[in-house]
């Protein structure tokens, strides 16, 4: 087993350290910019009054960040960089111990299987490397779920206790997730344990009423943040899309190739499986169910599921292997293999990240025109001071504007590139999209207008006077 952990391991190195991409929007404007720069960074400023995320959420990263300036980095992106090696592979380290922690509960191929599918599960390194609520939750939520698997094959009073601890921990990064906990009231029934259940319920009680304290604290009310969530979720939730009640399942399938991964096998196989991993299920179920019930479903609210995905996929690979269905085995690699290069090693968001790091660089650029708010915004929090200002211009107007300005830009998507020819302009750089954003833009440009090339043009005659 130790011999493939290597590689793996090698692989969150290597994401951490040439992947600096972020997911969306939301990860940006709720995280990067409340603790990068971290000069500017304060820890009593990191919520709003009104706001929906918890002051334990944004505390890890916060810390890291405070942590990168005093060991003397100063550049507000090397800082972001420094948070996301630091946490990424403290992720990894979490979540390959809770999977260790099950080895004795697997055969060695399982074992194996299970190593490598934590470095080359095409969401895996990238995912679980990534300073986000939803990724900072996951390795707690794994141990978590692991404990209540050892609860169920072998009911001890200390691995219910320790997967309430780890539960709230995950509960603290991600409020969410909270509701995976019932699971540590259910198993003591079906067990038949209800001292245990008493046990359980004490403990949860009084660490769901420390986790309120900060809030408290810091926001006058307990448990402030979870009330503001429940509510914005429900009142404007819709605001940002209304899936139906089956995305999460249909989203769950496909991350399980099912149509390559499930395959026929004995009633006793399939009895034994949904057995040994009921606790897994459970949990899954409660997770789904919580977050069906709003209007909003995005595919990175999964993520917390990962580790799950991960062991539960695990015995049907290894049956796949031992009955010798090579055939589905190749066409998941292959398939999976395409999307683990582009994701974990081809940064997501690269165009505007790139672009505020070219601009960083310079400080002589002051104006730029863009054309239907394209790009909306840049990750000027990566900068160490933003001098630009972005002017807005519609396609008429671009073909008689005029930029003799060294200190004036233009930036076209990808779409608007015409509209530079016969121009005296020269193209100054190119931000590029990885492969799935740029597909994601040709099938649906409407709604992935952030996820297209920019090109950032300026005059000839600047170019001529060597500026």
């Not at 259940?197 to 408290?216: H, M, N, R």
């Not at 926001?219 to 605001?239: D, I, K, Q, V």
């Not at 991964?261 to 991993?277: G, I, P, Q, R």
């Amino acid at each position: 087993m130790f011999k493939y952990l290597l590689p793996v391991f090698l692989i969150y190195v290597l994401v951490t350290l040439v992947n600096p991409g972020f997911m969306g929007t939301d990860e940006y404007w709720t995280g990067i910019t409340r603790y990068i720069p971290a000069q500017s960074s304060q820890l009593s400023t990191l919520v709003g009054t009104d706001d929906v995320k918890s002051p334990t959420q944004l505390w890890p990263l916060f810390v890291t960040a405070q942590g990168a300036l005093k060991l003397g980095i100063e550049n507000p992106f090397a800082q972001y960089q420094f948070v996301v090696v630091v946490l990424g592979l403290l992720s990894f380290l979490l979540v390959f111990g809770s999977f260790y922690a099950w080895r004795e509960s697997l055969s060695d191929l399982e074992m194996r299987i299970l190593t490598l599918l934590l470095g080359f599960y095409f969401a895996a390194p990238f995912a679980l490397s990534r300073p986000m609520f939803e990724s900072l939750a996951a390795p707690w939520l794994s141990w978590a779920g692991i404990f209540a698997l050892k609860y169920d094959r072998q009911p001890k009073l200390n691995f219910l206790l320790f997967g309430i601890v780890a539960v709230t921990l995950s509960f603290l990064l991600r409020p969410q997730i909270g509701f995976c906990a019932l699971i540590f009231l259910i198993l003591p029934v079906l067990h038949r344990r209800f001292g245990d259940l008493i046990w359980a319920g004490l403990l949860g009680a009084i660490l769901f009423a420390v986790s309120g304290l900060p809030d408290l604290f810091l926001r006058g009310s307990w448990h402030f943040s979870l009330h503001a969530l429940t509510n914005y979720n429900f009142e404007h939730g819709h605001e940002y899309g209304n899936q139906p009640w089956t995305f999460y399942p249909l989203m769950l399938l496909l991350m399980f190739w099912a149509p390559f991964v499930f395959h026929k096998v004995d009633k006793t196989w399939l009895v034994d499986y949904l057995k040994k991993y009921r606790a897994l299920l459970i949990m899954s179920i409660l997770f789904i169910f919580l977050h069906s019930l709003f209007a909003q479903k995005f595919e990175r609210f999964l993520i917390p599921l990962l580790p799950f995905i991960l062991v539960l996929l695990t015995p049907w690979l290894a049956s796949l292997w031992t009955h010798g269905h090579y055939k589905r085995l190749a066409s998941a690699f292959v398939i999976n293999l395409a999307l683990w290069g582009t994701a974990t090693f081809q940064p997501a968001q690269n165009n505007i990240i790139q672009m505020a790091l070219f601009l960083d660089k310079n400080p002589q650029i002051k104006s730029i025109y863009r054309v239907n708010q394209s790009p909306e915004w840049i990750p000027t929090a990566f900068m160490k001071t933003a001098q630009f200002q972005f002017l807005e211009i519609s396609e008429e107007n671009l073909s008689t504007l005029s930029i003799s300005n060294c200190q004036d830009r233009v930036v076209l998507a990808a779409n608007l590139e015409s509209l530079a020819a016969n121009k005296p302009w020269t193209e100054e750089a190119r931000f590029t999209v990885n492969w799935m954003e740029a597909l994601a833009y040709r099938f649906n440009p409407k709604n992935n207008l952030r996820r297209t090339e920019l090109t950032l043009w300026r005059s000839n005659a600047c170019k001529q006077n060597g500026s």
